[in-house]
């Protein structure tokens, strides 16, 4: 049995034991009441997660068809792919072991459990918030990738990512301007970038990917640069980004996507990107993260 297969095994038996479907259900729950209480929620979340959430009966974590991918609802009851679940448990407990084996910090029980129910609630919010763009079905998707390519798919996913991960910390803080909410939307993007290129990684032929894990990493930067210095010189602090890179890895554009698509920055020969681009496609994030922090400052985007 190889270790993946171990973990998986290990994973699928802390599902059962931990009943993440319950938490994903009651942070559901709560953006809903959140979202009827609260008018500036209302105003940043409502129409993005409201028609999605107010139809859901039941939350389980269970095997579905392939043809669904890692999600599907019928008659407001979700399932959430089991083997997808159980691949990213399995990533933040080796994540979890290989900080403790580094004696990087102190984990209790707690902080494992706090950990899966929210990368695992997050994943839920992404596929979620996928209904109000329109894209929630699995053959959708499928389609429009024969008709448009990848890039609007991934346009959509960034999008469906920054908003799952503002949707989640709003549920973890009193205010959106809290530093809470500040340090679990930051908790957030990371678990985006750590966790989920692992189950679905990006590679040389998925430039599409390599774009979209580049634009979480640069959020991520922008966010940290805001909290330190208290503003950014363009753009929004919590806005999803677009990235484009040049065929031939120099060259960068980015975007911001709300309210409305507009350029931030277009960059030429930007001396970090060959190896940051590279160390994407080899699956090395880490490096990547902290190229992403360089490039950010080099071009003008913080
Ligand atoms: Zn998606």
Redesign the pocket.
Known sequence: MSEYDNQAGVAERVIRDLALSQAVAETCSILLDLISTDDAIKAELGRKFEPALSDLVRIEIAPIDEEFG?FSIAEGEVRLNEVEVARLIAYVLDDMKSQLGDNLICITKDDVRETLEEAVSLFAL??L??RTQG?QEFST?QLLKAIDGRAR?AT??IQ??RDAAVALAATKAKSTSSAEFHDAYQRALFYSIQYFFRIYPANAKRPDKVCRVAALMFMLARLEIYRKLGHLQIGGSKTALSVSISGDKRSLAVFENEPEQRLLCASNDVNDLPLFVANIEEGNLDEALGQAFLIVTSIGLN
Do not use: G, L, Q, Y
């Open positions: 890692a992404h596929e918030r996928h894209v998707v798919i959509f996913d469906a990512d």
